[in-house]
């Protein structure tokens, strides 16, 4: 790729160097990993097999937590062999694949955030246009488009970090294969790449991000517009998750995307953290504690274990949503 002709292996500087504490973070983060991949599989698994739950919001949610599952174990088992192990070099393919991955499932992330968004928008602002608006038909093509999208995005990203000339510095100061830590060995002019980088990131994340903001923005003149307290108050808990999930996501994506290469330093590997390890272990908590729909399917699952949901039957516009408005 590029002017790379060596393909030089890299060696990640991990987390930290401190050796007392590799065996402490390595069992905290293996622990999180393991609810991480319990909690999403568990929750996918849900969604499939709980006819209550073949709803849009579910349908959406299913891939949401597919996508967490899928970028976390991108990079978590690497992190993790490091911290135990302590050989923390990675190869040049293995490198790129990791990077493209990565910001695959990431900007597949945004996306479907903004799916989700225009689903709680329809159900709460035109619930009588709902089946018409979010049919199934309509699902699919949101989530081909997420997946489109973010296919197209992540091999630009991956050729504008990967494409130049790798002569010399072989450490990349960070816990996975990321653009601007990777940028930095790089013997070339990087500031085009950086400049298409941030580019890329800005419409995608601002771009999903002001389609979530424009959404709330309804939704929330929509409820003010309400005349009942519990119609407030259920349209109010129909949106909780969505933005708590968002708000988590976005803020440490934007910040470690959306500033200038000379502001990244050492706070890039905490807030890294956060979306890359911590949230999507938060997300199925988020969505599923305190939610009756889920509480009641948790408990009627096994009874339905063989059915695959098609997205056809009734259950897919549930009643809440076309009398969300009614009070």
């Not at 302590?86 to 903004?114: M, N, P, R, Y």
Request: aromatic fraction near 12%.
């Amino acid at each position: 790729m590029g002017g790379n002709y060596t393909q030089p292996r890299f060696i990640l500087l991990g987390i930290t160097d401190t050796p007392w504490m590799q065996a402490p973070l390595f069992g905290l983060f293996l622990l999180i990993y393991i609810v991480t991949l319990a909690g999403n599989i568990g929750l996918m698994l849900l969604v499939w097999a709980a006819p209550s739950l073949h709803t849009p919001m579910y349908f959406f949610l299913a891939h949401f937590s597919l996508a967490d599952v899928c970028y976390s174990t991108v990079t978590s088992p690497k992190m993790l062999t490091d911290l135990l192990f302590g050989d923390k070099t990675i190869s040049w393919a293995g490198c790129v694949a990791q990077f493209h991955l990565f910001a695959l499932f990431v900007t597949a992330e945004c996306h479907l955030l903004a799916a989700m968004a225009y689903d709680r928008h329809v159900a709460i602002c035109h619930p009588l246009r709902y089946a018409q608006a979010v049919s199934p038909r309509a699902c699919w093509h949101m989530v081909a488009w997420s997946y489109l999208v973010a296919s197209l995005s992540a091999l630009l990203y991956t050729g504008c970090t990967f494409g130049g000339s790798f002569c010399g510095r072989r450490h990349v100061d960070h816990f996975f294969c990321d653009a601007s830590p990777v940028l930095r060995l790089a013997c070339s002019d990087t500031r085009g790449c950086e400049l298409a980088i941030f580019a890329l990131a800005t419409s995608n994340g601002l771009g999903t991000g002001g389609a979530i903001l424009l959404s709330y923005a309804r939704i929330l003149h929509a409820v003010l517009g309400m005349r009942s307290v519990p119609s407030r108050a259920r349209a109010f808990r129909t949106c909780a998750a969505h933005l708590a999930s968002v708000s988590v996501f976005y803020g440490t994506l934007f910040f470690m995307y959306l500033q200038p290469a000379s502001r990244h330093g050492s706070r890039d590997k905490v807030a890294s953290v956060f979306y890359t390890v911590v949230s999507p272990m938060l997300n199925p908590f988020i969505y599923s504690l305190r939610n009756k729909e889920v509480k009641v399917a948790d408990g009627a699952a096994t009874a339905s274990l063989g059915s695959l949901p098609t997205l056809t039957d009734k259950n897919f516009f549930p009643e809440s949503h076309l009398n969300l408005l009614s009070a």
